[in-house]
């Protein structure tokens, strides 16, 4: 009977089963997307991270352990990063050495082996260092001690316990280190040179030179005590799987502990430093964000097919009302009707499942070769997963079971019942929860909020569609003609005609904010891209500035460049409350420019200074480029013999002018009281013009005092009063500035900073830079600072910044990015070799095209076509069964007179009379929910609440091609039915009915 039955209804049971297999469909993507693409999307996003090297750090470790540490720790990174393979590089630095035959201050020295040294610097002279006595060194340590290749260097005993002996070096070579090759690590820092270095071996700073480089398994085996030992392992990620990256990142988090196990006592200090733990948590937390915004798209594509289920449930049972009362008169009883339609259900079910199951991996696959998962390496081939088979086996029988319900209420029957009162309810409820409270990963509430929101919202307002219909209908009253004011008036007054009011305003409502949501979600990731960058390519530093690098890198890439300062500071004895506050600084144009003393590339600059016995300088020149960059030439330590010397290598590009002198004064010998004061004298042989300013720098400035500087024709004056001995710490250090002291600092800061501080503008603050203590006041309060979204930070202007570190004795410019404004060849930066680039374009793509990132909009741009789909096969579904229950109604009127063409106008302008205010009020309830819970649902890749905060975005041009497209479709469907139906109504209805 079932199947006679299927012969005779097949339409509206394919009806039924497009809409069991289209969510049945939804939901099988819906599965491949958050299981199988997921997974993906973690594999190929560790594979694309940079900076995922493991490092351990030892220091000061024996001679005698030397190499059996460095194999131990070896070992230890090893098996931490298993099963992936890794390749290890060391890099040690020996116990400081004494260098004897170095006149003037006390001078150090140190080894180092670097492993892939070939890999890090470039040959300006000579060769590599092969036999264990042999080394190379640095431009700057050959340049201040006069050496070049065939050069020997005695090096005295070193400064430690059971110090080994004296040895002397060959140089062979002479290096130029190479940009963002991790001279950053180098106990200089790979300057070659430091006028006041500290190891802790002394208590009054020295000369350091180096690193004098040689083998560095020679190194490991010369009987040098190591005061440090780098060993870093990179594992080849290039193709991982998901679950070898859970245990790798338990196992990198664990590596520190065990590494300590295993050295024991046999160093001082170890640790194991990795980006690669916290890397992959950010994936996986991503990874779950995204998963939870899929997955709030697919509820709504499931309450979506419900929806439509149940019109068709209802339909269905109106069509078949006359055989079910037959039936029952014959005898069936109420569990055997029951019985009928679950078999049918389950029938219904099976086929669909069965179609949606290869529909869905078919789909997926698609899906994943077009934007934006292609872009984001995620393209697969169709797949069929156990998961992804049951929830679409048992999502179709819970979708089939919706279609055997009968004698459902309609609507407005709800809705006088109060049901949407309650809907509403639990919607504000769902609203409130998510803004009040800050979830991350994949939460219940995240996940049923926006269904639930659309369901409520389009319950209560189809209140307002009988009032629209009736204020239509006395319209039409004025009508002249029988057509229009027909249609109209069976709009109004039929209840049947609003039947699928529930589907259409919640099919337009689901695909008018799947596309508003997908624009406020992509605008977000811009925004907070914009944001996290802070211009349009930023160039993070791996290696200190050099004079004309700006100009090069603008020759490279174009665009106008900054300087920038982007680092943690310490306000007074407050570190931050879980997060460091940071100093961010760009030249933001508010300092006026600094008159100096132009110098000529290349040029020796002559210094004459007063005769003072036992007493030396170290002189610090400060140069500025073009761009504003300042860098600082160290000199030689000069004594105070009363002769003339020459500052060479100073000037290594054109277009720079002195703009700082720094002149720290050192006796010969260390005395804890005080001895004498001294008059000293220095002339640098510059063309001085304009006003300078001299000032003595803490720490105990009194010890020295009248310092003054003199700019004339031909020369460069500076003279001050010095006091031999007394305090170690102080700094004796006069300073010459061609610009006046800028007081405290002008700053912006962030709220959190603001709040977390309770400040507000017109507080002062000292911040220490380093350790510089920088006064600085607060100006304004704003909401993110540039480059530092959410943090507790302040925004300032880096050249008014470098001036008073200046005018407080410190000398490094604080420069640790380039920031550039229109670059016309931003992809060019990375050939430079500076450091890390990064594009606010390329971080808004990586945020919303990424791996972890980009099922969502492809789920959203997959869920408008199926809210289509489903709409208009329950329009279909509807008008058919509508038409039909009405052939004998249409019949009557064809006897009255009434032409075929009127009839398909009535019925046509009945049904997209409904149409206009149902689309409508879709509208309404998708903007509503955009402006309501969209923003709610917009996470940063933390998972926390995205800086800037979302801006709701409605974008008109596609919001009305979609409704046109779904009114045109829509209306369309109606007129194939209605033709198709009005054929059928003639005078062999009427003659049944008579």
């Given at each position: 009977?079932?199947i006679?039955?299927?012969r005779?209804?097949?339409?509206?049971?394919?009806?039924?089963l497009?809409v069991?297999t289209?969510g049945?469909?939804?939901?099988?993507?819906c599965?491949?997307?958050?299981?199988?693409?997921?997974?993906?999307?973690?594999?190929?996003?560790?594979?694309?991270a940079?900076?995922?090297?493991v490092?351990?750090?030892t220091?000061?470790?024996a001679?005698a352990?030397?190499?059996?540490?460095a194999?131990?720790?070896?070992?230890?990174l090893?098996?931490a990063?298993q099963p992936?393979?890794a390749?290890?590089?060391g890099r040690?630095?020996?116990?400081?050495?004494?260098m004897p035959?170095?006149?003037g201050?006390?001078a150090?020295a140190?080894?180092?082996?670097v492993?892939d040294?070939?890999?890090?610097a470039?040959?300006?002279a000579?060769?590599?260092?092969e036999a264990g006595?042999?080394?190379?060194v640095l431009?700057?340590?050959?340049?201040?001690?006069?050496?070049?290749?065939g050069?020997?260097?005695?090096?005295g005993p070193?400064?430690?316990?059971?110090?080994?002996p004296?040895m002397?070096?060959?140089?062979?070579?002479?290096?130029?280190?190479l940009?963002?090759?991790?001279?950053?690590?180098?106990p200089?820092?790979?300057?070659?040179y430091?006028?006041?270095?500290?190891d802790g071996s002394?208590l009054?700073?020295?000369?350091?030179?180096?690193?004098?480089l040689?083998d560095?398994?020679?190194?490991l085996a010369d009987g040098?005590?190591?005061a440090?030992?780098?060993v870093?392992a990179?594992p080849?990620?290039?193709?991982?799987?998901?679950?070898?990256?859970?245990?790798?990142a338990?196992?990198?988090?664990?590596?520190?502990?065990?590494?300590?196990?295993?050295?024991?006592?046999?160093?001082q200090?170890?640790?194991?430093?990795?980006r690669?733990?916290?890397?992959?948590v950010?994936?996986?937390?991503?990874q779950?964000v995204?998963?939870?915004a899929?997955?709030?798209?697919a509820?709504?594509?499931?309450?979506?097919?419900?929806?439509?289920?149940a019109?068709?449930?209802?339909l269905?049972?109106?069509?078949?009302a006359?055989?079910?009362?037959?039936?029952s008169?014959?005898?069936?009883?109420?569990p055997?009707l029951a019985?009928r339609?679950?078999?049918?259900?389950?029938?219904?079910a099976?086929?669909g499942?069965?179609?949606a199951v290869?529909?869905s991996?078919l789909?997926h696959s698609?899906?994943?070769?077009?934007a934006?998962?292609?872009?984001?390496?995620l393209?697969a081939?169709p797949q069929?997963?156990?998961?992804?088979a049951?929830v679409?086996?048992?999502g179709a029988?819970?979708?089939?079971?919706?279609?055997?319900?009968?004698g459902?209420?309609?609507?407005?029957?709800i809705?006088?019942?109060g049901?949407?009162?309650?809907?509403a309810v639990?919607?504000?409820?769902?609203?409130?929860?998510l803004?009040?409270?800050e979830s991350?990963?994949v939460?219940?509430?995240r996940?049923?909020a926006?269904?639930l929101?659309?369901?409520?919202?389009?319950?209560l307002v189809?209140?307002l569609?009988?009032?629209a219909?009736?204020?239509?209908?006395?319209?039409a009253?004025?009508?002249r003609?029988l057509?229009?004011?027909?249609?109209v008036?069976?709009?109004?007054?039929?209840p049947?005609?609003?039947?699928?009011?529930?589907?259409?305003?919640?099919?337009?409502?689901?695909?008018?904010?799947?596309?508003?949501?997908?624009?406020?979600?992509?605008q977000?990731q811009?925004d907070?891209?914009?944001?996290?960058?802070g211009?349009?390519l930023a160039?993070?530093?791996s290696?200190?500035?050099?004079?004309g690098q700006?100009?090069?890198?603008?020759d490279v890439?174009?665009?106008?460049?900054?300087?920038a300062?982007d680092r943690?500071v310490?306000?007074?004895?407050?570190?931050?409350?879980?997060?460091?506050?940071?100093?961010?600084?760009?030249?933001?144009?508010?300092?006026?420019p600094?008159?100096?003393?132009?110098?000529?590339?290349?040029?020796?600059?002559?210094?004459?200074?007063?005769?003072?016995?036992g007493v030396?300088?170290?002189?610090?020149?400060v140069?500025?480029?073009?761009?504003g960059?300042?860098?600082?030439?160290?000199?030689?330590?000069?004594p105070?013999?009363?002769?003339t010397?020459?500052i060479?290598?100073?000037?290594?590009a054109?277009?720079?002018?002195?703009v700082?002198?720094?002149?720290?004064?050192?006796?010969?010998e260390?005395?804890?009281e005080?001895?004498?004061?001294?008059?000293?004298?220095?002339?640098?042989?510059?063309?001085?013009?304009?006003?300078?300013l001299?000032t003595?720098?803490?720490?105990f400035?009194?010890?020295?005092?009248?310092?003054?500087?003199?700019?004339t024709?031909?020369a460069?004056?500076?003279?001050?009063?010095?006091?031999?001995?007394g305090?170690?710490?102080?700094?004796?250090?006069?300073?010459?500035?061609?610009?006046?002291?800028?007081?405290?600092?002008p700053?912006?800061?962030s709220?959190?900073?603001?709040?977390?501080?309770?400040?507000?503008?017109?507080?002062?603050?000292?911040?220490?830079?380093?350790?510089?203590?920088?006064p600085?006041?607060?100006?304004?309060v704003?909401?993110a600072?540039?480059?530092?979204p959410g943090?507790?930070?302040?925004?300032a202007?880096?050249?008014t910044v470098?001036?008073a570190?200046?005018l407080r004795?410190?000398?490094q410019?604080?420069?640790d990015?380039?920031?550039i404004t229109?670059?016309a060849?931003?992809?060019?930066a990375?050939?430079?070799?500076l450091?890390?680039?990064v594009?606010?374009?390329?971080e808004?793509a990586?945020?919303?095209?990424?791996p972890?990132?980009a099922?969502?909009?492809?789920?959203l741009r997959?869920?408008?076509p199926?809210?289509?789909?489903l709409v208009?096969?329950?329009?279909?579904?509807?008008?058919t069964?509508d038409?039909?229950?009405r052939?004998v109604e249409v019949?009557?009127?064809r006897?009255?007179g009434?032409?075929?063409?009127?009839?398909?106008v009535?019925?046509?302008?009945?049904?997209g009379l409904?149409?206009?205010?149902?689309?409508?009020a879709?509208?309404?309830?998708?903007?509503?929910?955009?402006?309501?819970?969209?923003?709610?649902?917009?996470?940063?890749?933390s998972g926390?609440a995205?800086?800037p905060?979302?801006?709701?975005?409605?974008?008109?041009a596609?919001?009305a091609s979609?409704?046109?497209v779904?009114?045109?479709a829509s209306?369309l469907?109606v007129?194939?039915?209605?033709?198709?139906?009005?054929?059928?109504?003639?005078?062999?209805?009427?003659?049944?009915?008579?």
């Amino acid at each position: 009977m079932l199947i006679r039955r299927a012969r005779a209804q097949w339409p509206l049971l394919a009806a039924l089963l497009l809409v069991v297999t289209i969510g049945s469909t939804l939901l099988g993507v819906c599965v491949l997307l958050v299981t199988s693409s997921a997974d993906r999307a973690r594999e190929v996003a560790a594979s694309r991270a940079t900076g995922t090297e493991v490092t351990a750090y030892t220091v000061t470790i024996a001679a005698a352990d030397a190499a059996a540490v460095a194999a131990d720790t070896e070992k230890v990174l090893v098996e931490a990063l298993q099963p992936f393979p890794a390749v290890l590089n060391g890099r040690a630095a020996s116990i400081a050495r004494t260098m004897p035959d170095v006149p003037g201050t006390p001078a150090v020295a140190y080894l180092a082996g670097v492993e892939d040294l070939f890999d890090r610097a470039t040959l300006a002279a000579g060769r590599w260092p092969e036999a264990g006595t042999e080394t190379v060194v640095l431009e700057t340590t050959a340049r201040l001690l006069g050496l070049s290749p065939g050069s020997r260097v005695r090096l005295g005993p070193e400064l430690g316990n059971d110090p080994a002996p004296g040895m002397t070096v060959t140089v062979v070579g002479v290096a130029r280190a190479l940009p963002g090759s991790g001279w950053d690590r180098d106990p200089l820092g790979g300057t070659g040179y430091a006028a006041t270095y500290r190891d802790g071996s002394s208590l009054q700073p020295a000369r350091a030179f180096g690193p004098f480089l040689i083998d560095y398994d020679a190194l490991l085996a010369d009987g040098s005590a190591l005061a440090r030992l780098e060993v870093t392992a990179r594992p080849d990620l290039s193709d991982p799987d998901h679950r070898d990256l859970v245990r790798v990142a338990a196992s990198v988090r664990a590596a520190d502990s065990r590494l300590a196990a295993v050295l024991g006592e046999r160093v001082q200090i170890e640790r194991i430093s990795s980006r690669l733990p916290a890397l992959l948590v950010t994936d996986a937390e991503r990874q779950r964000v995204t998963t939870s915004a899929v997955l709030s798209v697919a509820v709504l594509g499931a309450v979506l097919t419900g929806t439509a289920l149940a019109l068709a449930g209802r339909l269905t049972a109106g069509v078949r009302a006359s055989e079910t009362a037959l039936l029952s008169a014959m005898g069936t009883s109420r569990p055997q009707l029951a019985v009928r339609a679950g078999a049918e259900a389950g029938l219904l079910a099976l086929i669909g499942a069965a179609l949606a199951v290869p529909l869905s991996a078919l789909v997926h696959s698609a899906l994943t070769r077009i934007a934006p998962l292609a872009g984001a390496g995620l393209a697969a081939d169709p797949q069929v997963t156990a998961v992804q088979a049951g929830v679409v086996f048992g999502g179709a029988l819970l979708f089939a079971a919706l279609s055997t319900r009968t004698g459902a209420q309609e609507w407005p029957s709800i809705a006088r019942a109060g049901g949407d009162l309650a809907l509403a309810v639990l919607a504000i409820g769902g609203w409130w929860q998510l803004r009040s409270t800050e979830s991350t990963g994949v939460d219940a509430v995240r996940v049923l909020a926006p269904g639930l929101l659309l369901v409520a919202g389009c319950a209560l307002v189809l209140r307002l569609v009988p009032p629209a219909l009736n204020a239509a209908d006395r319209l039409a009253r004025r009508a002249r003609g029988l057509a229009m004011p027909l249609a109209v008036f069976e709009a109004a007054r039929r209840p049947r005609a609003t039947a699928a009011g529930l589907l259409v305003t919640l099919g337009c409502a689901a695909a008018t904010f799947a596309v508003a949501f997908g624009g406020t979600w992509q605008q977000s990731q811009t925004d907070q891209a914009d944001l996290a960058v802070g211009t349009d390519l930023a160039i993070t530093l791996s290696t200190p500035a050099l004079a004309g690098q700006g100009q090069q890198i603008v020759d490279v890439v174009g665009g106008r460049i900054s300087p920038a300062t982007d680092r943690g500071v310490a306000v007074g004895q407050w570190l931050g409350a879980g997060e460091p506050p940071r100093l961010v600084a760009v030249d933001r144009g508010t300092a006026a420019p600094v008159a100096g003393i132009a110098v000529t590339e290349g040029a020796v600059i002559r210094m004459t200074v007063s005769r003072n016995r036992g007493v030396s300088i170290t002189p610090h020149l400060v140069l500025e480029d073009s761009t504003g960059l300042r860098t600082t030439c160290v000199a030689a330590a000069v004594p105070l013999d009363g002769r003339t010397h020459p500052i060479s290598a100073c000037v290594p590009a054109g277009g720079l002018q002195l703009v700082a002198v720094m002149l720290p004064v050192t006796p010969d010998e260390f005395s804890f009281e005080p001895r004498a004061d001294i008059d000293i004298a220095v002339d640098l042989a510059v063309p001085g013009r304009g006003t300078w300013l001299a000032t003595s720098v803490e720490p105990f400035a009194n010890q020295l005092t009248a310092p003054t500087v003199t700019a004339t024709g031909t020369a460069l004056r500076m003279t001050a009063t010095v006091q031999i001995g007394g305090n170690p710490d102080a700094a004796r250090n006069l300073v010459a500035t061609a610009f006046g002291d800028p007081g405290r600092v002008p700053v912006a800061v962030s709220e959190r900073f603001a709040v977390e501080l309770s400040l507000r503008p017109g507080a002062d603050l000292d911040l220490m830079v380093g350790t510089t203590a920088l006064p600085v006041t607060i100006t304004e309060v704003v909401p993110a600072v540039p480059s530092a979204p959410g943090a507790p930070a302040l925004f300032a202007d880096i050249d008014t910044v470098s001036r008073a570190l200046l005018l407080r004795g410190d000398p490094q410019y604080p420069i640790d990015a380039w920031w550039i404004t229109d670059p016309a060849d931003a992809p060019a930066a990375a050939g430079l070799h500076l450091g890390d680039s990064v594009t606010r374009t390329g971080e808004a793509a990586r945020l919303s095209n990424g791996p972890t990132a980009a099922a969502l909009p492809a789920m959203l741009r997959l869920l408008t076509p199926a809210a289509l789909l489903l709409v208009l096969a329950g329009l279909i579904l509807h008008v058919t069964c509508d038409l039909q229950a009405r052939a004998v109604e249409v019949a009557r009127l064809r006897g009255l007179g009434m032409s075929r063409r009127d009839i398909r106008v009535t019925l046509l302008g009945q049904h997209g009379l409904v149409l206009v205010p149902l689309l409508t009020a879709g509208t309404l309830v998708g903007a509503l929910a955009t402006w309501t819970i969209g923003p709610l649902l917009v996470r940063s890749e933390s998972g926390a609440a995205p800086f800037p905060a979302v801006v709701p975005v409605w974008p008109w041009a596609a919001e009305a091609s979609l409704l046109a497209v779904l009114f045109a479709a829509s209306l369309l469907a109606v007129t194939v039915v209605v033709v198709i139906q009005s054929r059928r109504a003639d005078a062999a209805h009427l003659r049944v009915a008579s």
